[in-house]
């Protein structure tokens, strides 16, 4: 009989050490156009950075920061340029092509 190993749970914000794999994350994030799943890869971040401290940075509680950018969450514009200005994450504005 084979044994089997045990499934553990994957927590990527883990592996988010850096400032290019934060940056490689949220780009990705934000080219799926899913507003939900943005807010959660924020909230990813904000995980791997201590969530506390960002609470702190915000002005926030981390009760509201983690509904916020839960996977159900829809935190406002106010709260998502908060969010990014405290993780230190900046966007970039391209115009399309063409014009």
Sequence with gaps: MRKIDKITNYDPAENL????AVAVFIKKAFKTGDSAYI???????????????VANRTGLSREQLYR?????????????LAVMKALGIRLAVKAPKGA
């Design 17 to 20: 050490k850096s400032g290019k």
């Design 68 to 80: 916020s950018l839960s996977s159900r969450g829809n935190p406002t514009l106010k709260t998502t």
């Design 39 to 53: 807010a959660h890869a924020l909230g990813v971040v904000a995980r791997s950075r201590g969530m506390a401290e």
